[in-house]
């Protein structure tokens, strides 16, 4: 497609229930980020992979949180157990890497995740 | 401490006029790339300019202008001409080389609103 794309859109869940977001990067883009935006934030880094190599983790705010990207093109984090804490905005971005700061990164329409 | 800082939670701004969104950032790394992104409502980042910090010269693209002023460590976005359109929400985002370029560190935004 054009553009990264994520689905679903929107998402309710039960807490304790488990859930997961899928992402589909522009294609041909090898660097792909994971966000979460807490309501009247900007978005926090989660996670970052090149190819299907997971680099940097660092972000991930509890072991329930998991993302994997298994051929190098769509991603899915998983978020288990989910607690009230987790609702957020999930964005997705992809690039293509220049190993510069320059690095242009392309979001998605973010998955909107609600823990009732 | 925070490495992006945007003080201004809100601006209003009059149709036509320009409007200059404050960005200030933190960082020892010499070598960086400072961004700004629109998110209208429906959610999307959508990637405006972007200033290297050695660009000798001031970004610009199109009606967007960065005003980067090094030793005081600010970026601030300049939208001249303002339109309808241009109401949203504005981060200011930096992107360190010695962290591997691969976090990219958003500010709590700025919710621009433009008046008819």
């Known amino acids: 497609g054009a553009g990264v794309s994520q689905s679903p859109r929107y998402k309710v869940a039960k807490r304790g229930q488990d859930v997961a977001l899928r992402c589909d990067p522009i294609?041909?883009?090898?660097?792909l980020f994971w966000y979460q935006q807490a309501l009247g934030q900007g978005p926090e880094f989660l996670t970052y992979f090149q190819n299907e190599a997971q680099l940097d983790k660092s972000g991930l705010p509890s072991d329930r949180f998991f993302a994997e990207r298994p051929e190098g093109s769509v991603s899915t984090l998983k978020i288990q157990r989910t607690q009230q804490e987790d609702s957020a905005v999930y964005l997705c971005?992809?690039?293509?890497?220049?190993?510069?700061?320059?690095?242009?990164?392309?979001f998605g329409p973010g998955t909107r995740l609600l823990v009732l | 401490a925070q490495k992006i800082t945007q003080t201004q939670p809100g601006m209003f701004v009059q149709e036509k006029e320009a409007v200059t969104l404050d960005c200030t950032y933190d960082t020892s790394d010499p070598s960086y790339g400072l961004f700004w992104y629109k998110q209208p409502s429906s959610g999307e980042m959508i990637f405006l300019i972007y200033q290297g910090s050695y660009d000798q010269q001031n970004a610009t693209e199109g009606r967007y202008s960065l005003n980067f002023q090094k030793a005081r460590k600010s970026a601030n976005l300049v939208i001249s001409a303002s339109q309808l359109g241009d109401s949203a929400m504005y981060f200011c985002?930096?992107?360190?080389?010695?962290?591997?370029?691969?976090?990219?560190?958003f500010g709590a935004g700025t919710r621009l609103f433009v008046k008819a």
């Open positions: 985002a930096m992107r360190e080389e010695n962290t591997g370029g691969f976090k990219t560190i």
């Open positions: 294609s041909g883009h090898v660097s």
């Open positions: 971005a992809s690039s293509s890497p220049t190993g510069t700061p320059r690095e242009t990164q392309y």
